[in-house]
């Protein structure tokens, strides 16, 4: 190789390791001054989550404090656990437009077994207002209902006269027409028979269910039926017996708020906690 061109390579050569020094001293200067500024932005603790082994790894100090100002960097989002969605899924008919009155019945009431007779005879009655109102608005005037009709005491509704039937047609905030007003006294002059016959109510409509729930698990709402064989029959036996407004649509969703039939579908949160509640012994109140 020639005298000129050795010269010229160490003088290339001499020029990139001056060129490297600067670039890096530069840079050792960037990373002391955003390391300093870091610990003012992130906590300590998160400086010391820098881990061991991979600062080890590296030969140099300016590879540590590089290491050092990539691990400051990363910032970890915190995790906030939430609740478990399976929880609190509901049947496909609550959706976010449905009313809160409904959903609390939903949550609370609905598919749960009753085996009061005063409980039973309400729902009984409310079922049958549904040819008129649909649940939601049903639910709304329960209390109202309730009162009205002095909490569902059968004899004592049974006892009705003309003069409390007016009152009661008359009642605005009801919105009940005579021939429901009237059909609720009726049923309840049937009940009180029925009681005397079987003992209550409650013993007259678990007889029928075999003192056992009807538990369905179905997945989809289209295969929940309007209608079933049960209810066809204790449609048919209470017709019978003289009471009105009690078809098979009606005792269906009837079975269904009383818990004498678990239609919650399979994924509802529900689901579970009415089957544990009809598989309890039947009570008799």
Not at 132 to 150: G, M, S, Y
Not at 192 to 217: D, P, Q, T
Not at 244 to 271: E, K, W
């Amino acid at each position: 190789m020639s005298k000129p061109n050795n010269v010229r390579r160490y003088a290339i050569e001499k020029h990139n390791r001056e060129k490297e020094s600067i670039i890096s001293n530069n840079y050792g200067n960037t990373l002391f001054y955003l390391s300093k500024h870091l610990k003012k932005v992130y906590p300590i603790e998160h400086h010391k989550t820098c881990s061991q082994t991979f600062i080890n790894d590296f030969s140099s100090p300016l590879d540590h404090k590089k290491r050092e100002i990539l691990d400051n960097n990363i910032v970890v989002p915190q995790v906030i656990p939430c609740p478990n969605e399976k929880e609190l899924m509901r049947c496909s008919w609550i959706t976010n437009s449905t009313d809160k009155v409904y959903v609390q019945f939903h949550d609370e009431c609905w598919g749960v077994p009753v085996y009061d007779d005063h409980q039973l005879f309400e729902l009984l009655s409310l079922a049958g207002l549904l040819m008129d109102f649909n649940w939601t608005e049903i639910l709304k005037i329960r209390e109202q209902i309730r009162e009205a009709f002095v909490g569902f005491n059968a004899k004592q509704v049974a006892e009705m006269g003309e003069k409390e039937i007016n009152e009661l047609v008359s009642n605005v905030s009801l919105m009940l027409a005579e021939n429901r007003v009237r059909s609720i006294v009726d049923n309840a002059k049937c009940i009180v028979k029925i009681g005397e016959e079987f003992g209550s109510l409650s013993c007259y409509m678990w007889n029928h269910m075999n003192y056992k729930a009807i538990i369905n698990r179905f997945s989809n709402a289209r295969n929940v039926p309007l209608r079933s064989p049960k209810a066809e029959a204790i449609s048919k036996d209470l017709v019978k017996r003289g009471l009105r407004h009690v078809g098979p649509v009606v005792i269906n969703s009837f079975m269904q708020a009383a818990g004498m039939t678990i239609d919650h579908l399979i994924y509802c949160f529900r689901h579970k906690e009415c089957l544990n509640l009809a598989e309890r012994p039947w009570r008799h109140f």
